[in-house]
């Protein structure tokens, strides 16, 4: 793995808010520990407390552990998928947990390494799983998934509207040699928007497909809802509920739990407006421009 800085998206915020939450050592949960940034931060703030950092992807979570290597004492960490967080929690005995954070979305290390195939800007195959272990890649997906659904999924977690001229063609292409690599899709879809006579923008034509493919690889938004679901089913009074999201698609989901939970007297919201990256943490880090954080509080 590369050893890339990947900077903790709005932990200043998280900090403070953890701080004005007043619990003594509290018990956290990062459901998504990534390369350990937050609980790594959270620690040198001297809030203190113990940890339990999931991620589904193995590589992350071996070079968390390196990372934490001096602070590992108070830290559990497990391999698994915050769809199972109910399991997890069990496992670990961390149901009676104070704080869990959510930080949706991949790593920079994702996009990084490009044989992990996330980036239409390197060449590499078509892969895009969290977690290596699992079954079904953005290769598959690809090749073998029919016309219809490519089309709908495109569109659908991708917002793109060629998606029908984009799943025609791939389907076209696929049938002649299938579709491998991350360039060969990328320049797929630029041939689909020149021959519609769309001229570039700033965002490269491929961004909304891949956004797509990788939403729907790992199945973000199911195991998003699940996993939110069941935190804030599972968590005590008083427990508070910490999510970043990355896109409008996931943001617009977190927004209609809270606001489902809310409607039930499960939640109340912290925020009434998102908590967004201020102009120092955008500068300094470009990669948190569409960051958006939302806190709950069970009741
Ligand atoms: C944005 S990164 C987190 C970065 C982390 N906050 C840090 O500061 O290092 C998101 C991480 O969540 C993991 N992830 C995404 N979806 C997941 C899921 N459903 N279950 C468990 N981990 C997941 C990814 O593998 C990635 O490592």
Redesign the pocket.
Known sequence: MKDKI????L?KSIISNIEEFGINKPKIV?????????I??IIASGIGGSFLG????KD?LEE?KKRLCKERENIKFSL????DISEILKKNHFEDADIF?F????????IDDQERGFSFQAEGLLDMR??KEQDGSAYDFINFTNEQELADIIYKYGEERLSRHIASEIIRRRKIKKIETTKELANLIQDVYSHKGIKRSKRHPATRTFQALRIAV?D?LG??EQ?LSDTIGIAKTGVRIFV?S?HSLEDRLVKNIFRKAKKEGKLKLINKKVITPSAPELAENPRSRSAKLRIAEKL
Do not use: M, Q, W
């Open positions: 990947h900077i903790p998206v932990i990062d459901a998504t520990l990534g390369l350990g940034g937050y790594k931060n999931i991620d589904c992807d992350n968390a698994g998928n915050f769809r954070l930080d949706l979305g991949l790593c920079s290390t994702h969290f977690s790992n973000e195991a998003l996993g970043i990355y």
